[in-house]
T-cell receptor, first 116, second 118 residues
Framework: DGGITQSPKYLFRKEGQNVTLSCEQN?????MYWYRQDPGQGLRLIYY???????QKGDIAEGYSVSREKKESFPLTVTSAQKNPTAFYLC???????????????FGNGTRLTVT | AQTVTQSQPEMSVQEAETVTLSCTYD???????LFWYKQPPSRQMILVIR??????QNATENRFSVNFQKAAKSFSLKISDSQLGDAAMYFC???????????????FGTGTRLTIIP
C-alpha cells in the first residue's frame, strides 16, 4: 500500500546535538512538507519542497534544515540552533498543481522528538 | 497570508447527538480550498471533508457536513449521529498558493478537541 513512513516514532536527544528525522513516501508525489505540532498551536510549516533538489522555508524554518535528493525522501534535521526542539513532527506529501484542485495532504504518523 | 481561527478549544457531545465545530478564516485569495482534518489519539492526520470556495453547495461526507458561508468567511463542521470513534482533535485548514511556481501550503487552525460522552 502507498503511504508515508516516518521513523522513528519516538526520538530522544541531548541538547546541543543535531538529529535527523526520516520521511519516505511511495505515493509518487512531487510535493513534500514538514510540519511541527505543539499543544494549542496547531500545525506550523517548517519547510516544503515541490520538486527534487528544491525546497523552500516555511513559517518557522529557523534551526532546521532539509534536503531533497530523491523524490521519495525528505529528511528534516533539527539542529542545535533550534531553541525549543521538543515537539511532534509531521511529514506530508501531495500531488502537484494540476493534479486536482482538491488534492489533500497525505500525512505520515509523525515523530515525537524529546530533547533534554 | 491566510489565517485560520478555531475559537473552541474543546467541545463535547452526547453519543448519537449532533455537534458543530466552528472555523473562520481570512484570505486575500479569490480561489482557495478548505479542509477539515481529524487527529485521533494515534496522532495520524485523517482528511474528513473538503470544500472548493467557488462552489456554493456545502460538501457532505456521510455523517460529516460543512456549513460554508463565504461572505462571512466561515467554514463550520457538523457531525451528525456522533460516535465514540469521532473523539479526536479536529483541525480546520485552508490551502493557499505561496509562490509563482504554484507552490502551496495548508494553514491550520489551533484545533478543537472533541469528546464523545457515552
Amino acid at each position: 500500500d502507498g503511504g508515508i513512513t516516518q521513523s522513528p516514532k519516538y526520538l530522544f536527544r541531548k541538547e546541543g546535538q543535531n538529529v535527523t528525522l526520516s520521511c519516505e513516501q511511495n505515493l509518487n508525489h512531487d510535493a513534500m512538507y514538514w510540519y511541527r505540532q505543539d499543544p494549542g498551536q496547531g500545525l506550523r510549516l517548517i519547510y516544503y519542497s515541490q520538486i527534487v533538489n528544491d525546497f523552500q522555508k516555511g513559517d518557522i524554518a529557523e534551526g532546521y534544515s532539509v534536503s531533497r535528493e530523491k523524490k521519495e525522501s525528505f529528511p528534516l534535521t533539527v539542529t542545535s540552533a533550534q531553541k525549543n526542539p521538543t515537539a511532534f513532527y509531521l511529514c506530508a506529501s501531495s500531488s502537484p498543481p494540476g493534479g486536482g484542485a482538491l488534492r489533500p495532504l497525505h500525512f505520515g504518523n509523525g515523530t515525537r522528538l524529546t530533547v533534554t | 497570508a491566510q489565517t485560520v481561527t478555531q475559537s473552541q478549544p474543546e467541545m463535547s457531545v452526547q453519543e448519537a447527538e449532533t455537534v458543530t465545530l466552528s472555523c473562520t478564516y481570512d484570505t486575500s485569495e479569490s480561489d482557495y480550498y478548505l479542509f477539515w482534518y481529524k487527529q485521533p489519539p494515534s496522532r495520524q492526520m485523517i482528511l474528513v471533508i473538503r470544500q472548493e470556495a467557488y462552489k456554493q453547495q456545502n460538501a457532505t461526507e456521510n455523517r460529516f457536513s460543512v456549513n460554508f458561508q463565504k461572505a462571512a468567511k466561515s467554514f463550520s463542521l457538523k457531525i451528525s449521529d456522533s460516535q465514540l470513534g469521532d473523539a479526536a482533535m479536529y483541525f480546520c485548514a485552508s490551502r493557499e498558493v505561496i509562490s509563482n511556481f504554484g507552490n502551496e501550503k495548508l494553514t491550520f487552525g489551533t484545533g478543537t478537541r472533541l469528546t464523545i460522552i457515552p
